[in-house]
């Protein structure tokens, strides 16, 4: 079975979600997760693991995509003073070398619009994770034998899982905050309809039962955050907490209603079953989905190349498809049309077969019959030829010398009193309707006893 499927690398957990495609845009999660312990494993042996586990479902990929734990990755809100999208860019670049202390070459980085503030300056959420960690992905991913179409931040995919699930609940001049915990971080997330538009990556036990020792510190983190955000928002406080991922931070939803006063509602986690308590897959099932808005995506030149050739390949294969399909069918037609016509003559020849013995000798006879009506004409022309010649030839024209050819062919020689007497003799013949084809070869005049006369050579055809 093709499908979507997604892979989430963590420090605990490798993750493995799919989603099979209903139609063109729209898809539903497959009704399987898978989840297994990595953190004693070396690299190869999780690219064999998801290997194994892709054999075990019998899970074909149509696309690959690699969701990003927030806890790998730094986030910073820009406001940038411009609002032509390609200036944007180059301030982005410009603002990379502040933000963090790695080369610009050391790091890949993604960024979402967020609108503009009441300055008019251009909001911009910057996303940037080290190279290294993304080439680590991709080394195990394509260890596994699949090819990554795209890596994607996970704290989008959270904000997306979180507003399907309450869109009617959600409006559109409201802000919200969602947390969402996995094994060793909590992602603080703040939301408006449209975007996230804060977020902070808040570090967690990994042992479940440290949970209880970190809410206090996790709530004084969210508030701490609250503060920050309030001044960069102008006092705009949000007005409900959604919790999502792991299912042991949901015992303490009236806990976190008393420590923030404010309402808290729990995200439903896509799966039940299977699923250790301490882990959250919200942001993966929601990535392997088509039906996205927003994202912040993380590209290499590698996986670009990758891709490209990929889809090159893919196009190249249907065009030379289609090529032998069609010259198949051109063949097809041309051999059907050489049957037909044979067996239309098999067809004839037997029709024909019985008239031919009844006839007899009757086509032998007529042969025979036609090569003696062609003798007697060749017999028959050149007498005709001489009396109708004798009939035309004038008293100033002597004819001295005639050859008649088999073919009909006449060559003609003669003398005139005058050449005027031959080209009058030439008009004669051209009108005449036993001959065709005359063609003067020569006229020469010459004296003969103190008399000039003209000799000449005519060609011309019998037609009888």
Known sequence: ???????????????????????????????????????????????????????????????????????????????????????????????????????????????????????????????????????????????????IDKVVLSSYGVWQWTLSNFRSEIHANEFYMLLDCDSNFADLIVFNREAPVFNRSINLESQEQSLEHDIARLTGEIKQSLVIFQSEQANKKPVRLFLAGSSAILDYQKRFESELDMPVRIVPAPYAKGIPRNTSISALAESVLEDKGKTISFILPEIQIRKTLKERTKELIIMGSLLIYVFAIILALFWG??????????????????????????????????????????????????????????????????????????????????????????????????????????TRTKKVKDKEVTDFELTLRIAI
């Not at 499927?5 to 997760?33: H, M, N, P, W």
Request: include cysteine; proline fraction near 3%.
């Open 1 to 147: 079975m093709r499908l979507s499927v997604g892979i989430e690398i963590s420090e605990q957990y490798l993750k493995l979600v799919a989603a099979k495609t209903i139609r063109i845009g729209q898809s539903k999660l497959f009704d399987c997760c898978m989840i297994e312990p990595v953190s004693a494993l070396t690299e190869e042996q999780i690219s064999k693991k998801i290997a194994e586990l892709l054999q075990k479902r019998k899970w074909k990929a149509r696309q690959t995509i690699v969701c990003l734990p927030r806890n790998l990755s730094t986030l910073r809100n820009l406001a940038l003073p411009s609002q032509d999208r390609d200036e944007i860019v180059q301030m982005i670049n410009l603002n990379i070398g502040r933000v963090v202390p790695y080369k610009k070459e050391e790091i890949v980085y993604g960024y979402q619009f967020l609108g503009r503030d009441e300055l008019g300056y251009t909001k911009v959420m910057l996303a940037i994770v080290h190279a290294d960690i993304v080439r680590k992905h991709i080394r195990i991913v394509e260890g596994a034998g699949l090819t």
């Open 337 to 442: 049309r050489i049957y037909h016509q044979q067996e239309y003559l098999v067809k004839v020849t037997r029709y024909y077969q019985p008239i031919e013995q009844a006839v007899g000798d009757l086509v032998e006879k007529s042969r025979k019959v036609t090569f003696a009506k062609d003798f007697l004409y060749a017999r028959q022309s050149p007498m005709i030829f001489l009396y109708e010649l004798e009939k035309i030839v004038p008293p100033e024209i002597t004819i001295t010398f005639l050859d008649i050819e088999k073919i009909n062919s006449v060559t003609l020689r003669g003398q005139g009193v005058s050449l005027s007497d031959v080209f009058k003799f030439v008009s004669t013949l051209e009108k005449g309707k036993h001959f065709k084809d005359i063609v003067t070869k020569y």
